[in-house]
C-alpha cells in the first residue's frame, strides 16, 4: 500500500507528526510518498488568497503522485484545502481519493459545541478553515458561532517560542468558546499542552487527517 502525502509547507516536526499518525493508522509498511512546494504556500501569502499558478501547480502534485500509483493521498495545506475540494470529481474518477487533513477536525469542532474558535498563524489558513467549519456546521444542520484568532507573528519561530506565542493567544479566546481548531498541521503537537493550561478541547488536524486517510482506502478496498 502506498499513499502519498501533499505538502506545501513544512518543518521536520510537521513531518515527524504525519508519518507518526499516518503510520499508527496504517501500519508502519506502508510507503508514503512524499511530495512539497513551498512556492505554493508563499504565492498564496502573498496574494491573500489561493490564485491561479499556485493552484495549478498543487493540482499537478495531485496528479505526480497518482501517477507514481498511490492509492490514496492526504493533502496538508488547510490554505489550499479548498483546491482539493475542487479536485474530488477528478479524483473520483482515476480512483486516488483526496484526503483534506482538517476536514474531518471541524466535523468534530461542530459535534462538540457551537461556540468553535479558529487559531490560525497566518490570514490565508484562517478564513479556509472558518468557511470548512461553516460548511460542515450547515450539513450538520447545526448553527455555529465562530470566534477567530490569529496569532500574528507566530510563523516560522522554533517549537518553545511558538508554542508560547499559541498559549498566550489563546488566553483571549478561550472564555469564548466551547472547542478551539488549530487551523495549521504544524501547531497540532501543542494541542496536548494548550488543552492541560486551558481545561477546554483544542483539536489539532493530523490526527484526523491519518484516521480518515485509513478510511478512504477501507472504502477503496485496499485495506
Known amino acids: 500500500m502506498k499513499v502519498g502525502l501533499i505538502y506545501t ?9 504525519v508519518e507518526r499518525e499516518v503510520r499508527e493508522q496504517l501500519g508502519a509498511d506502508v510507503e508514503l510518498y512524499s511530495l512539497q512546494d513551498p512556492s505554493i504556500l508563499a504565492d498564496v501569502r502573498e496574494a491573500g488568497y489561493v ?3 499556485p493552484a495549478a501547480r498543487l493540482i499537478g ?3 505526480q503522485a497518482a501517477q507514481a500509483g498511490v492509492d490514496a493521498m492526504l493533502n496538508l495545506c488547510s490554505s489550499v ?13 482515476i480512483g486516488v481519493p483526496i484526503v483534506r487533513v482538517d476536514e474531518e477536525m471541524c466535523r468534530e469542532a461542530v459535534r462538540r ?5 479558529v487559531m490560525a498563524t497566518l490570514p490565508t489558513t484562517l ?13 450538520a444542520g447545526k ?14 519561530l522554533d517549537q518553545d517560542q511558538f508554542k508560547a506565542r499559541l498559549t498566550e493567544s489563546a488566553k483571549g479566546i478561550v472564555d469564548q468558546v466551547d472547542v478551539v481548531v488549530l487551523a495549521q498541521g504544524s501547531m497540532a503537537y501543542a494541542e ?3 488543552e492541560a493550561t486551558y481545561g477546554k478541547p483544542f483539536l489539532g488536524s493530523p490526527r484526523f487527517g491519518a484516521a480518515e486517510l485509513k478510511k478512504a482506502l477501507e472504502r477503496k478496498g485496499v485495506l
Open 9 to 17: 509547507s513544512t518543518t521536520p516536526e510537521l513531518i515527524e507528526l
Open 51 to 53: 490564485t491561479t499558478a
Open 61 to 63: 502534485m495531485y496528479m
Open 81 to 93: 484545502g479548498e483546491v482539493a475540494d475542487s479536485a474530488q470529481d477528478v479524483a473520483r474518477y
Open 113 to 117: 459545541g457551537s461556540r468553535i474558535g
Open 127 to 139: 478564513e479556509p478553515t472558518k468557511n470548512t467549519v461553516l460548511r460542515v456546521a450547515r450539513e
Open 143 to 156: 448553527k455555529v458561532e465562530l470566534v477567530d484568532c490569529l496569532v500574528d507573528g507566530a510563523f516560522g
Open 192 to 194: 496536548p499542552h494548550l
